[in-house]
């Protein structure tokens, strides 16, 4: 199984993660094993790493890569299920978690997967490959809801507009494909605005996100994740759009508020002390170089905080 995928912020990534050479690390996104690769090749030989997935191509393409290496564990889950992969692993606690969030490489580029609306495929966007697919959504939500979704998740300004155009197409035949879809988008959109980027861009972006329930597992698995480290352990997020990064950007900030009693107050009574403390307070993002190798790590940004 070919499982093609570029680790994105590679070396800062693993810069961040401060790996200890006999630390136990959780690649919670692992895929084709780019950055599961880079963590494993910092571990002694007491050191462990637990890649999960909930794609069985990755899953598949894991096991042949790291195929005998007695260090590291696969798991097919949902990052969100850490507490229970770690708790069936008899693991105690975890010095790293990294989640690299959203669609990988291999997902976009295997057309039959349905990611993409640039080839022509059925229209699927399942990250388990498992439950309902886009096509099922996209021909049996209501108009409220499309408009909901478009508009929620894919931050698309023409929602009603598309919605009305899918309703209208799929009362004469469903759809089925990606290409169909596209192209149903795209005469949905005015004219003048047909030139700025793929005009499908974001209803793709809002149905994958709404098929794989994406935002929830992100936050669950945000909670999951930072409970699951030591004092002491980091969490790595790398995030490509602008929900996903609001949505890291807010809990870690919580994280490390500490004191929320009003400011007049002459001393602190909530007793609230901050659990975690910021690695870097901007996110890094790819630099020239990155950029011109692989330029879908131009909206990639990474997030990182530590667990006193």
């Known amino acids: 199984m070919e499982f093609s995928h570029r680790p994105v912020l590679f070396d800062k990534t693993l810069e961040f993660l401060d790996i200890k050479p006999d630390g136990i690390y959780l690649d919670g996104t692992a895929g084709g094993g780019g950055h599961s690769a880079g963590i494993l090749e910092k571990l002694g030989e007491s050191g462990r790493l637990i890649c999960v997935d909930q794609d069985p191509d990755a899953i598949e393409a894991l096991n042949e890569r790291f195929s005998g290496e007695n260090r590291v564990s696969i798991v097919r889950a949902n990052f969100s299920e850490i507490p229970s992969v770690i708790e069936e692993l008899d693991i105690k606690g975890l010095d790293g978690v990294l989640m690299d969030i959203g669609v990988s490489s291999h997902q976009l580029d295997c057309a039959e997967r349905g ?58 035949n469903p759809i ?114 990155e950029l011109e190798e692989n330029p879908r790590s131009r909206s990639a940004k990474l997030r990182c905080c530590e667990k006193l």
């Open 115 to 172: 990611f993409s609306y640039h080839n022509e495929a059925p229209l699927d966007m399942r990250m388990s490959q498992s439950g309902p697919t886009a096509a099922d959504y996209v021909n049996t939500l209501s108009f409220s809801e499309l408009v909901r979704i478009l508009a929620l998740y894919g931050e698309e300004k023409f929602a009603k507009n598309i919605a009305r155009a899918i309703e209208r197409e799929r009362a004469k």
């Open 176 to 289: 089925e494909t990606t290409v169909q879809l596209a192209e149903i988008v795209k005469s949905a959109y005015p004219a003048a605005k047909r030139h700025d980027k793929h005009p499908a861009r974001k209803t793709f972006q809002a149905l994958r996100i709404f098929v794989n329930g994406e935002l929830d597992r992100l936050s669950e698995g945000l909670d999951n994740a930072f409970s699951s480290l030591k004092t002491g352990g980091r969490l790595a997020v790398i995030t490509f759009h602008s929900l996903e990064d609001r949505t890291v950007k807010q809990r870690m900030a919580k994280w490390c508020e500490g004191c929320i009693c009003p400011k007049d107050f002459p001393i602190c009574v909530c007793g609230r002390r901050p659990t975690a403390r910021l690695v870097n307070r901007k996110p890094v993002q790819a630099d020239g170089a």
